[in-house]
Structure formats: C-alpha cells, structure tokens
C-alpha cells in the first residue's frame, strides 16, 4: 500500500471526513511532507470506494460549501490494523538492526 | 480554469463529483501552484475515464491501445501531407538528365508525370486495387517516381562512371550519399554452385537537391538496363508537423475511446463483459503483432542504408503489406463494442397482489 493510501486510511480512522478535511489531516499527520493534491485524493477514493474499504457517509452544505463526507468501512478498519501491523514489525526490524550496530541508539 | 480541466472526467463523473472537486480545489488553492494542481486533475480526469478504479491492468491496457491508435492516426496524417506535396515533373527530370549527361543517348525516359503520389502497380489507389491491398499485395502501395535509363554507360567501366557521377552530381548541387553494393542476383547458400564471390554486383547511388531525390543504378553487364536514374519526391515539411500532431490527437481519441468502452463494459452482463474482453484483447495483439514484426524489419534496413527519404510511418507499423489483419481488428473491436451495449438482463419486479 503507497503511503499516501495507508495516511487517507488513518486520516478516516477516527471520524468521517470531506475531501478538504483529509487532505489536511494527511498534511498534519506527515509533519507537512505528504500534500495531496485533488486529483490524487478523489482518485485514491474511487479506488478505496471500489475495494470496499471507504464509503460515503453523508453530504452537507456549510456556508453554501458542499461538503461530502466519507468513512472507514469495517473492511477500511482491518485492512489499515493490518498494514499498521506490518509496518510495525518493519520499523521494529529496522530499529533492532540499527540497535546491534550502534548500541547507544535508543 | 479548473472548471475546464474537468473536462478530462468523463460527464457522468463530473455532475456527480466535480461541484465537490471544484470547492476542495478553491480550499487548496493558497497553498498550491495552479500548474501543478491541473496537471494532476487532468491526469487523475483521464484515468477516471477508464473507469475500473481498483484495476492496474485497465490503465496497461488503455496505453496500448491508445497508442497503437496514436500510430495509425500518426501514419493518415503523414499520409495526407504526402498529399499536398509538390506533384512530381516530368520537365524537371529531363532536365536533371540533360545537365548531369548532356548528349548521352537515353534508352528510355518517362514523357508524362506520375498519376498519383502514390501508385499500386502504376496505377492510382482506386477500390480496384483494394483487393490487391488486401491480399498479400500492401507492398506494392509505393510512392510513384519517373525515371530515364541509358543504352551503354556515359563512361567506359562502372567504376569511372561512378567517379563522373559523383563529380557533376557535385557540381549541379545535389547532396549525395556513399554508393551502395549489392549482388545482382542472389544464389542459394550452402549450394556447391554457389560461389557469392563470382556474383556481379550493382551499384546505387541517392542524391538529394531541394525536394527531389534521385536514385541512380549503375547495373553490372548482366543487367539490362546497364544505367538508370529514378526521380521522386523528398519527405514535405509539413508531413513532420502533421504526424506529431496525428499522433497526440489519435493518441486522446484512443484513450477516451477506451475509456468509453471500459465505462460500458464495467455495467454489461458479465458474460458479455467477458468476451467482450477478450475480443478486445485478441484485437490489439493482432495490431501489435502487425507492428512489432515490422518495426525490427524496417529498422534494420534504415541502418544497412543511408535514406534521403525515410520510409513512411505506416510501412514501419505493417501498413498496408498486413491491412486484412489491421482490418479484421477493427472489425472484432467494433463487435466487441456492440456486444458491451446490449441491455443488461435485470429480473423483473413482481408485484405483490394483495388478496
């Protein structure tokens, strides 16, 4: 899974959230490094809609704004408790090799 | 101007999403450069033409057909520049004879112009040679030229009248290339009669001045005539131009054509979904075949010989020597696109009759 997916993903974790919303939660979330674009997230929505993993949760107009919300499904909460799982394990890998070759790493 | 980068989604997707597009664009508009922002929305537009979001291979797919298309589109429109090229003269080739061997007497030597630029057995295209375009005959689609032929060499050996060649090509201004040697006759290998060193060869020479070219043969003694010259027409300009321009245009048309059927397909019985895939399939590999055995071929002859004149775009993807192939895919694409708009079967709602 690319990262910008598995942070669309987290960034519907918690709450459902409109397209502008999760692109600003990605950007928080990566310390400003991840900046999606429109193209890229509605693309990267039809593709998570598509695999089941997002739906549509409801449509509001704020301010005369229209604001489309959407939300992890259940398959979304196991899929991205998966991927966490194996990036875990990676950064864990990582750390215990870094740890062996200068002990002092923390 | 986004609102006109939208056009790259396909209709059904913009009334349903672009007014939500349109107001997370007008959000991240502070923060970005609006050249970037319409790059990714035109590529991302493009792609949700395809349809299929969660499918990689529908976008391998789409790029193989597209620019197949792009080709051929590419090849008509170099075609149609060939068109508009300046007709060939019969004038200009007695002229060119008489300055480069002036007095020498001329065995034979063509008194009219070409009917066409492009002939098929000297003749026009016309629907009669469609049979012959057909049926194993596509190589016989060639450009038309006019030439004059000599009944003894204008100097006493080949090699001396090679020399005089090169020099008043020289002086009347033509552009010339290395003289070619080539067997007159070919014997076949591993045959003890076969000697391919006693195999008299002939010799070709291309000349270019402004936009005609001339080929000339030095034949050995065997060959009759001993000397001719061949007058045609170099690449027009415009033939450049157009066939980028064919070739972005066809390049678009394919995609979206694509993009159109994978939409339809995506909604049609799965049955039909099916063979309409393959049939699909089985067409485009029947154009890539058609492309991919020619290109080597055609690449490898450029590199033996010097060309004044490249041979055209669609001699290089198989066009016209494999058309009933190139045809026949079109036909099974066009069934195919049939079969993806045949209503999908929804079962009939009963209605419940109360008692």
Same mark, same amino acid.
């Given at each position: 899974m690319r990262e910008a997916t598995f942070l669309i993903l987290t960034a519907l974790a918690d709450e459902a959230r409109h397209g502008y919303g999760i692109i600003q939660e990605v950007a928080q979330m990566s310390g400003g490094r991840v900046k999606l674009l429109p193209g890229t997230l509605y693309s990267a929505l039809d593709r998570l809609t598509a695999q089941g993993l997002v739906e549509f949760d409801r449509e509001e107009v704020v301010d005369g704004r229209l604001r489309r919300y959407y939300r992890l499904c259940a398959d979304g909460r196991t899929e991205l408790a998966s991927q966490t799982a194996r990036l875990r394990e990676l950064a864990s890998a990582a750390e215990s090799r870094l740890r062996n070759l200068r002990p002092n790493l923390a | 101007m986004h609102r006109w980068l939208l056009l790259s989604y396909p209709r059904a997707y913009r009334r349903e999403r672009g007014a939500e597009i349109l107001e997370t664009l007008q959000d991240i508009a502070p923060q970005h450069r609006?050249?970037?922002?319409?790059?990714?929305?035109?590529?991302?537009?493009?792609?949700?033409?395809?349809?299929?979001?969660?499918?990689?291979?529908?976008?391998?797919?789409?790029? =193989?057909?597209?620019?197949?298309?792009?080709?051929?589109?590419?090849s008509f429109g170099i075609w149609v520049a060939w068109l508009g090229s300046r007709p060939l003269d019969?004038?200009?080739?007695?002229?060119?004879?008489?300055?480069?061997?002036?007095?020498?007497?001329?065995?034979? +030597?063509?008194?009219?112009?070409?009917?066409?630029?492009?002939?098929?057995?000297?003749?026009?295209?016309?629907?009669?040679? =469609?049979?012959?375009?057909?049926?194993?005959?596509?190589?016989?689609?060639?450009?038309?030229?006019?030439?004059?032929?000599?009944?003894?060499?204008?100097? =006493?050996?080949?090699?001396?009248?090679?020399?005089?060649?090169?020099?008043?090509?020289?002086?009347?201004?033509?552009?010339?290339?290395?003289?070619?040697?080539?067997?007159?006759?070919? *014997?076949?290998?591993?045959?003890?009669? *076969?000697?391919?060193?006693? +195999?008299?060869?002939? +010799?070709?020479v291309y000349a270019q001045r402004g936009d005609n070219i001339l080929e000339v043969h030095i034949n050995s003694d065997s060959t009759t005539p001993l000397m001719s010259l061949g007058m045609s027409r170099a690449t027009p300009w415009a033939a450049y131009p157009a066939g980028v321009l064919a070739f972005l245009l066809g390049t678009l048309g394919g995609w979206v054509l694509f993009g159109w059927a994978s939409r339809r397909a995506e909604r049609s019985h799965a049955v039909a979904q099916a063979l309409a895939k393959f049939m699909f399939g089985f067409a485009v590999v029947l154009w890539w075949v058609s492309i991919l055995l020619s290109v080597p071929h055609m690449l490898t002859h450029h590199l033996q010989e010097a060309h004044y004149r490249w041979h055209p775009l669609w001699e290089w993807i198989g066009q016209p020597v494999l058309s009933l192939p190139f045809l026949f895919a079109w036909v099974v694409l066009i069934l195919a696109g049939g079969l993806i708009q045949l209503p999908r079967h929804r079962p009939v709602d009963r209605k419940v009759i109360s008692p």
């Open positions: - | 609006g050249l970037r922002v319409g790059a990714n929305l035109v590529r991302h537009g493009l792609r949700a033409r395809l349809g299929r979001p969660a499918s990689r291979s529908v976008v391998a797919w789409a790029a =193989v057909f597209a620019v197949a298309c792009g080709l051929f589109a590419a019969h004038h200009e080739l007695a002229a060119t004879v008489d300055q480069l061997y002036p007095g020498e007497p001329v065995r034979d +030597i063509d008194r009219q112009d070409p009917p066409a630029v492009f002939i098929v057995y000297g003749s026009p295209l016309s629907w009669q040679s =469609v049979p012959s375009l057909l049926f194993g005959d596509g190589g016989e689609y060639e450009f038309a030229g006019i030439g004059a032929s000599f009944t003894r060499l204008p100097a =006493v050996t080949r090699q001396k009248t090679l020399a005089q060649l090169q020099e008043r090509l020289r002086a009347a201004g033509w552009d010339f290339g290395e003289p070619i040697y080539s067997n007159s006759y070919d *014997c076949i290998p591993n045959d003890p009669r *076969c000697d391919p060193t006693s +195999i008299p060869s002939d +010799i070709t």
